[in-house]
C-alpha cells in the first residue's frame, strides 16, 4: 500500500498528556508576553524566519506560494492561518480561503472535518465570529521560527509514511486586535505538506494537505 492514513500519524505523533479531542474554542486565545524562542530544543535547532520575501514568490495560488519548497509552503500556511480582518472579510471568506489550500488525498486520509476541527482550534468559529465582527477584530499572524521533519522529535521516532510528506512546525507570533484592545501570543502549528515524488502531488508544487492547531495534535 502506497499510502498510509494520515490519521494514524497523528495517533503516533500524539502528545504526551490527557487524551480525547479539544472542544472548539469560543473566542480567541488568551494573551500572553512570551515570545517564541528560536534555541536549540530536543527536537533539534529552530530556524528563525529572517527574510519574508524568500517565502512570497510573485504569483500565488489562493494565497499560497506555488512552490516546490515545502518549508517556504508551511510558513506561508502557518501565516495565513492566523491572519483574518473581520471588517472586510466574512467567517465564510477566511474559512473557504484555508479551505483552497487544504487538498483532499485520494484515499479520504484527510477528511474536511479534520479541518473544520483544527480551525476553530485556532479560536474562531461561525458563531464568535459574528461578536468578533462586531468589534472590528482582526488577527495577523507573523512566523518566528519553523521545524521540519528529521529537526521535529516525534518525526524521528516516526517518519513519515511516505516519500515526499513534509511536517513542519511554525511558531506563529499572532496579534489580535479589535475595539476591545490588543493582544500577543505565540501559537505553534504543524502543517503538513505534500510534494513530490509521491504520486498524489500536483505537478509542479508542493500542496498542503493537512494542518493541526490544537494542543494535544502539535508535532514537537
Known sequence: MTLVMIGGIVLLWHADGPGGEVSPATSAPAATTAKPSATSTAGGNASAVQDEADVRPEATRDGLPPTGDYRALAIAAAKGI???????????????????????????????SVLVREFEGTGVTAGT????ADQSARRNGTAESLRCDLEL???????????GLHVCTVTVQVVDES?????????????????????????????MVAFYATAEKIVY
Open 82 to 112: 492566523y491572519t483574518w480582518d473581520s471588517r472586510s472579510s466574512s467567517y465564510s471568506d477566511v474559512y473557504a480561503k484555508v479551505r483552497s489550500w487544504w487538498e483532499l488525498l485520494p484515499d479520504g486520509s484527510n477528511p474536511l
Open 179 to 207: 475595539s476591545n484592545g490588543r493582544s500577543a501570543y505565540a501559537a505553534p502549528v504543524t502543517v503538513m505538506v505534500n510534494c513530490a515524488p509521491a504520486p498524489t502531488a500536483p505537478s509542479g508544487r508542493c500542496a
Open 153 to 163: 522529535t516525534k518525526v524521528q521516532e516516526y517518519p513519515a509514511p511516505w516519500e
Open 129 to 132: 465570529f459574528t461578536t468578533l
